[in-house]
Nanobody, 119 residues
């Protein structure tokens, strides 16, 4: 069983910064990918940023230059530093991880943490 525990988030004014962290625990030998998605009210869940096991990062165009994803392999933790926040960044942010199994990869999701950016 794999669990993803998120922390961070909250309320901030536009232009401000917030940071999120997500720690994976359980029977994990390795993690293929780990990162963040978000879902705003009435919208589909979308990719924010994902970090691969090789260290490469992918970002949504809407957050490039403002958000930075980083990871600590030893702690099985991924971080998201969010700067220059905009009201449109308001959403529930979900941690996401892909863990390899013996026959297939498994996807796991955190419970979500609210980020609210006021104008």
């Amino acid at each position: 069983q794999v669990q993803l525990v998120e922390s961070g988030g909250g309320l901030v004014q536009a232009g401000g910064s917030l940071s999120l962290s997500c720690a994976a625990s359980g029977n994990i030998f390795s993690i293929n990918r780990m990162g963040w998605y978000r879902q705003a009210p009435g919208k589909q869940r979308e990719l924010v940023a994902v970090l691969s096991s090789g260290g490469s990062a992918n970002y949504a165009d809407s957050v490039k230059g403002r958000f930075t994803i980083s990871g600590d392999n030893a702690k099985k933790t991924v971080y998201l530093q969010m700067n220059s926040l905009k009201p449109e960044d308001t959403a529930v942010y979900y941690c996401y991880a892909v863990v390899p199994g013996s026959l297939m990869n498994y996807e796991y999701w955190g419970q979500g943490t609210q980020v609210t950016v006021s104008s």
